[in-house]
């Protein structure tokens, strides 16, 4: 399926390692040229290079800052001399339990994934308004649908990110810019390594689901690959796509339990 | 995107009109060989007849909501194409009637269209799909599930039951590597949106535009869909790019739909 993303420009936020990387990747193998956009350095020196093409470059800029996220912009239009998709995937998993996770670090965990989003949209909306077309893509994790004791943060961040997806879609539909989510569960990568695994294996689950361990393994039995969610993105980034809008591709192996 | 479909057999079910024939066409253009049916053979022949050049493609009359007649037509694609990976349950229509109009006979024959005609296919290609440890099926339900507003209650209850059975069957033969979900289309021009347009037409009052311009208005992007849109997001999750999706659904409706975790 020709998905006719070539000469397109991809700006994919936490873009480093894990499911960025791969997306970057796949991205750049469908024809786009790539910028991705890391924290660390030293990290995204290295992420670049391992892509190994004259279409990648690499910014630094930390998405919670607001004047970081402004100048990244501006310098991937200048480099690029436009920005036609936007992967929102900067941020991580926040683990633990409300009395282990400070209203501090809530704080600082809703900047990365809520406000560092929201200011993306705000610097590339006009530009993609300009041009009439546009796609937004925000990684949420599935703990956003998936409620979980030791991931109550999270929980509620996703959920967050999920009313923003939703509502930016609205505002910017009319434009021809098309916001959607793509929410991961149950993927190997080193964000997942050791993940402590809690009462969620029982909540809900029939005896046979509790025996075969679905709330482990999920109902397909087998855990995905960063591979699995860069496809869903590149699908819903590209013109096969067009009628798809503020809504979300679960790749979660039928992990999360709404009928709808 | 290699979607690694070449050489799959795939059966669409309402193949010969609108979102089917559309879904039939690109699985052949991917390489699929391709076993469509309706109930109604002149359809369905002029169908195969114009699609025959893209690929393989058989017709088989059925009426799906008949078990033997289902079988039937599972049966005359693993004679023709050796096994069945792909099943698109698609056939059937939208009923709108309020409560007070519809009548147990109109909903009855809903569930038994949509219901169990989905659920009889399902049914007859779960033992090839289970022998062969692969499988993928998707249920086109419309968005009447999520919005059974109350000028379309027949459609609203029958598609949240079909909502139900995608997550059941999904969870059910998932560890059978059989992949089931859901894709949820609204608005899409086909000849059910004409004969909506001509309704609203006819009990408003109004001309054309207006009765347009009442659907376009629904969604945020202000557009009606192709069904060419929907066939390629079907492409997409019958493929192995999709391994990972499972038990799920995905709204292609341009914004219609109102959840937020939808």
């Known amino acids: ?260 | 995107m290699d979607l690694n479909l070449k050489g799959k057999v795939a059966l669409v079910t309402g193949g010969s009109r609108g979102i089917g024939r559309a879904v039939a066409q690109c699985l052949l253009e991917e390489g699929c060989n391709v076993a469509i049916c309706s109930r109604g053979l002149t359809q369905l022949e002029a169908t195969v007849a114009e699609l025959s050049n893209k690929g393989r493609i058989i017709g088989v009359a059925t009426d799906v909501t008949k078990e033997s007649e289902a079988h039937r037509f599972v049966e005359r694609a693993l004679k023709d194409f050796g096994r069945v990976d792909i099943l698109i349950n698609n056939a059937g229509t939208h009923v709108r009637a309020t409560v007070e109009s519809t009548t147990v006979q109109i909903l009855e024959q809903q569930l038994r269209d949509k219901v169990f005609g989905f659920f009889t296919m399902i049914k007859a290609v779960l033992p090839t799909m289970q022998r062969q440890r692969d499988g993928r099926i998707i249920n086109i339900v419309g968005q009447a599930a999520r919005h059974p507003h109350p000028d379309r209650f027949p459609s609203g209850v029958t598609n949240a039951a079909l909502m139900a059975m995608t997550k059941s069957v999904g969870d059910a033969v998932a560890r059978d590597n059989i992949r089931v979900n859901a894709v949820c289309p609204q608005y899409i021009e086909s000849e059910l949106l004409a004969s909506l347009i001509e309704r609203e037409m006819r009990q408003r009052g109004v001309d054309r535009a207006a009765a347009a311009a009442g659907f376009t208005r629904a969604n945020p992007l202000g557009r009606t869909g192709q069904p060419s849109e929907v066939a390629d997001l079907v492409a997409f999750l019958v493929s192995d790019c999709a391994n990972f999706v499972a038990a799920s659904s995905v709204s292609i409706d341009g914004g219609y739909q109102r959840y937020v975790f939808g």
Request: some cysteine.
């Open chain 1, 1 to 260: 399926m020709d998905l006719w993303l070539t000469g397109k420009t991809a700006l994919i936020t936490g873009g480093s390692s894990g499911i960025g990387l791969v997306v970057a990747r796949k991205l750049m193998t469908e024809g786009c040229r790539v910028a991705i956009c890391g924290r660390d350095k030293s990290k995204l020196e290295k992420a670049v290079m391992s892509l190994n093409s004259p279409a990648v470059k690499g910014f630094v800029a930390d998405i919670c800052e607001p004047m970081q996220v402004e100048t990244l912009i501006q310098d991937v239009v200048k480099s690029f001399a436009g920005i036609d998709i936007v992967v929102s995937n900067a941020g991580t998993h926040l683990p633990g339990r409300v009395d282990e996770i400070s209203s501090d670090q809530l704080c600082r965990h809703f900047r990365t994934k809520v406000t560092g989003a929201w200011d993306l949209a705000r610097c590339v909306a006009p530009l993609m308004k300009e041009k009439g077309t546009g796609r937004f893509i925000v990684i949420i994790g599935q703990a956003g649908k998936v409620p979980q004791a030791n991931a109550i943060a999270s929980a509620v961040v996703n959920a967050a990110q999920h009313a923003f997806v939703k509502s930016l879609s609205d505002e910017l539909a009319p434009f021809g810019i098309l916001v959607n989510a793509v929410c991961p569960s149950r993927i190997i990568s080193p964000l997942t390594e050791g993940l402590a695994l809690h009462n969620e294996i029982y909540l809900g689950r029939s005896l046979d689901q509790q025996e075969s361990r679905w709330g482990a393994e999920v109902p397909l039995g087998h855990w995905g690959t960063p591979e699995d969610v860069a496809n869903a993105v590149v699908f819903l980034a590209s013109k096969r796509a067009e009628f798809i809008v503020g809504t979300n591709i679960d790749v979660d192996g039928g992990h999360q339990r709404s009928i709808f």
